[in-house]
């Protein structure tokens, strides 16, 4: 760092110009200025659902030059790097885990820019004043999660352990069209995808994509009741209301790409995208009533077929599913980051780690093999 730079603790995104902000964040939809304060300003990740949210600026004499969008968080919920085993040795210790320090976007487990800044020396400054600002507050530890390559390139010369996952994801190979796709793959996932398909289109399924204002307030008011619904079923209440998608709409709605399952004149299904950086993501599905094969349909092959018809890069699809790898979306290595406090529970974890990253890789090795596209 230089004699200029200093470091501040921000409670409040309004406290950064909004411009300065997206510059450093970059044309990923999740860490811009808009989509962290719809998340904020609509309660959704707000200290009432244990998301404080702490905004780490690096200011280089008095303009931005880094920043990590922070939470201090009071639970492991809304994730999706897994760390509740070790909470539980904490508490079995007699010790406190929460609250911890938490670098992510909540409820959206997506790789993108955690350390906002220009350059290595500036990522790994940041990376460092985290350790100093996480010590300061005398907290257990400190997470970073689905950090991109640059940062966790900092974060590991800063000394943080890091642990791998995986997601599954699907690559553009310049694809003409859904037919020149499909005939890449196998012939036995090939037919599969077909007759899964035919079934859904003789269902009298047909289907919308619509984007930004071609979204009006009834299909996206169909949407969340759809969203509500899948978190219901499987016994959980939303994380996200309403307000906060139209907020989204509102301030940002080049970026979202809306698929609509229409049955006839009634829509049963949808599954709302974000769109940035040449890539699609998967976020959200729901549906109104049981069609065989219309999750998939929904989600994934009217996505793949979006994204080849607007030359996007790649479909993320969000996190878990083995399931994915047959309609062509592969294993694809995720990363988080963590510093622990106490050097015991450190070693502790930096050992489980080891062993965990081991078995991952036999693991991605593994779901590898079964690849669904013909051999080169």
């Given at each position: 760092?230089?004699?200029?730079?200093?470091?501040?603790?921000?409670?409040?995104?309004?406290?950064?110009?909004?411009?300065?902000?997206?510059?450093?964040?970059?044309?990923?939809?999740?860490?811009?200025?808009?989509?962290?304060?719809?998340?904020?300003?609509?309660?959704?990740?707000?200290?009432?659902?244990?998301?404080?949210?702490?905004?780490?600026?690096?200011?280089?004499?008095?303009?931005?030059?880094?920043?990590?969008?922070?939470?201090?968080?009071?639970?492991?919920?809304?994730?999706?790097?897994?760390?509740?085993?070790?909470?539980?040795?904490?508490?079995?210790?007699?010790?406190?885990?929460?609250?911890?320090?938490?670098?992510?976007?909540?409820?959206?487990?997506?790789?993108?820019?955690?350390?906002?800044?220009?350059?290595?020396?500036?990522?790994?400054?940041?990376?460092?004043?985290?350790?100093?600002?996480?010590?300061?507050?005398?907290?257990?530890?400190?997470?970073?999660?689905?950090?991109?390559?640059?940062?966790?390139?900092?974060?590991?010369?800063?000394?943080?352990?890091?642990?791998?996952?995986?997601?599954?994801?699907?690559?553009?190979?310049?694809?003409?069209?859904?037919?020149?796709?499909?005939?890449?793959?196998?012939?036995?996932?090939?037919?599969?995808?077909?007759?899964?398909?035919?079934k859904v289109a003789q269902a009298g399924i047909r289907y919308r994509w619509l984007r930004g204002q071609d979204i009006d307030a009834a299909a996206l008011d169909f949407f969340y009741d759809c969203y509500c619904r899948t978190y219901y079923e499987h016994g959980n209440p939303p994380y996200l209301n309403s307000g906060f998608f139209q907020r989204l709409h509102e301030q940002m709605p080049d970026t979202i790409v809306l698929i609509v399952a229409m049955q006839g004149d009634t829509p049963v299904a949808a599954a709302l995208n974000l769109q940035g950086g040449g890539a699609l993501y998967g976020r959200?599905?729901?549906?109104?009533?049981?069609?065989?094969?219309?999750?998939?349909?929904?989600?994934?092959?009217?996505?793949?077929?979006?994204?080849?018809?607007?030359?996007?890069?790649?479909?993320?699809?969000?996190?878990?599913?083995?399931?994915?790898?047959?309609?062509?979306?592969?294993?694809?290595?995720?990363?988080?980051?963590?510093?622990?406090?106490?050097?015991?529970?450190?070693?502790?974890?930096?050992?489980?780690?080891?062993?965990?990253?081991?078995?991952?890789?036999?693991?991605?090795?593994?779901?590898?093999?079964?690849?669904?596209?013909?051999?080169?």
């Open positions: 760092m230089s004699p200029s730079d200093s470091f501040h603790l921000e409670t409040s995104l309004q406290a950064f110009e909004r411009s300065r902000w997206n510059a450093l964040a970059g044309d990923q939809p999740f860490v811009r200025h808009e989509f962290l304060s719809a998340l904020h300003e609509t309660g959704c990740a707000a200290p009432d659902t244990g998301w404080t949210p702490y905004f780490l600026a690096l200011r280089r004499g008095g303009a931005l030059a880094g920043a990590v969008p922070l939470y201090l968080k009071t639970h492991s919920r809304g994730e999706y790097v897994f760390d509740y085993a070790w909470a539980d040795a904490y508490a079995r210790h007699g010790m406190r885990y929460y609250p911890k320090l938490l670098s992510a976007v909540p409820f959206t487990p997506v790789t993108g820019a955690r350390l906002l800044a220009g350059s290595h020396d500036d990522r790994l400054a940041l990376a460092r004043g985290l350790i100093e600002l996480a010590q300061q507050l005398k907290l257990s530890s400190l997470h970073l999660l689905f950090p991109r390559d640059e940062d966790l390139a900092a974060l590991r010369e800063a000394g943080y352990l890091v642990r791998e996952g995986v997601q599954f994801h699907w690559r553009n190979a310049g694809y003409a069209g859904m037919d020149d796709f499909l005939a890449a793959l196998n012939h036995d996932k090939r037919k599969k995808i077909k007759q899964d398909r035919k959200y599905w729901g549906s109104t009533s049981f069609v065989p094969g219309l999750h998939f349909e929904t989600c994934y092959m009217q996505s793949i077929e979006y994204c080849i018809a607007n030359k996007l890069s790649r479909l993320e699809g969000g996190a878990q599913g083995e399931h994915k790898i047959a309609r062509g979306l592969l294993p694809t290595p995720t990363w988080s980051a963590h510093w622990i406090a106490d050097p015991r529970f450190s070693e502790a974890i930096e050992d489980f780690l080891n062993r965990e990253t081991a078995a991952m890789q036999d693991y991605l090795g593994e779901l590898e093999m079964h690849a669904p596209f013909k051999p080169a």
